[in-house]
């Protein structure tokens, strides 16, 4: 896996709707959308991302996450596709198509209300890696990657020990705690996805089937519940994506926590009338 430095400016765009997507980001552990990768053409799925910024104080990292497809629900790890496209570009003094990547974000701190992972921090831990280009798609030295996991993991108030890539199939972490603004625990993509192949998008309650209702729109949409509550199972829990995930609607997920400790399925399949 490949490690890329991406970059904000934000005297040429303004990112206008940064609050929600943090807001996104705390309610479900990611936000998917695209950003420039200037001209490499090279990155592929999985590939790690951090995006920098420039052109205004504070300077430095604000943002982490992978190269994905422009589909979720064909998100594979061993996947060696190239994900980059072109569309058209946001800086208003060129009129060419930009070439962008698709992105899995699992941090980002609104440089306007928190601190960031500043220049100075940067230079003084990783003086030989260059963090100010032009423009955004160079390549992190693997051993630099590696150093800036830590740093960011720390930054961004996860486990200090863990080092946050992602596991292989047979170990897959939950639970690590991750300050953006407000304390949240990280929900991991890969056991979501094991559980969703495993037992399909029928909520486990009551059946209910999205796509069936509402069509192309609710496609593969459906809600994880954790049968071990996620404020419970502590740091570095080992999770098991068959027997700790289930799939269920929202409703259903939201009677599940009615009560604390939640409701089980099947307490809750006999309240259904």
């Not at 058209?88 to 990547?101: C, G």
């Not at 590696?146 to 200090?160: P, S, T, Y």
Request: glycine share 6%; net charge negative.
């Amino acid at each position: 896996m490949a490690t890329y430095l991406l970059v904000w400016n934000p005297n040429v765009y303004y990112w206008e709707n940064i609050d929600s997507i943090i807001s996104n980001i705390q309610q479900n552990g990611y936000s998917q959308f695209g950003w420039r990768c200037g001209r490499r053409k090279s990155i592929i799925n999985g590939d790690r991302l951090f995006l920098v910024r420039l052109g205004q104080e504070p300077k430095g990292i604000v943002a982490s996450g992978n190269a994905i497809p422009s589909s979720l629900s064909s998100l594979n790890f061993d996947n060696t596709s190239n994900v980059v496209y072109q569309d058209d570009n946001w800086d208003p003094n060129n009129s060419n198509e930009a070439n962008y990547v698709n992105i899995l974000w699992d941090s980002l701190i609104n440089p306007e209300l928190n601190e960031i992972l500043t220049l100075s921090i940067l230079n003084e831990n990783f003086p030989n890696q260059f963090w100010t280009p032009q423009g955004g798609g160079i390549v992190i030295s693997e051993d630099v990657a590696i150093e800036l996991e830590i740093i960011w993991n720390d930054f961004v108030g996860k486990n200090k020990s863990t080092i946050y890539v992602y596991p292989d199939e047979s170990i897959l972490y939950e639970g690590q705690l991750k300050k953006i603004i407000v304390n949240k625990y990280e929900r991991n993509i890969i056991s979501r996805k094991i559980c969703i192949e495993q037992y399909g998008f029928n909520c486990t309650v009551c059946g209910f089937n999205f796509e069936d209702t509402f069509g192309e729109i609710g496609k593969e949409f459906i809600h994880v519940h954790h049968l071990v509550s996620i404020s419970d199972i502590g740091e570095n829990y080992i999770i098991d994506p068959i027997n700790d995930l289930i799939p269920v609607c929202p409703n259903c997920h939201s009677m599940l926590h009615k009560r604390n400790p939640p409701f089980s399925i099947n307490e809750l399949k006999s309240m259904i009338k």
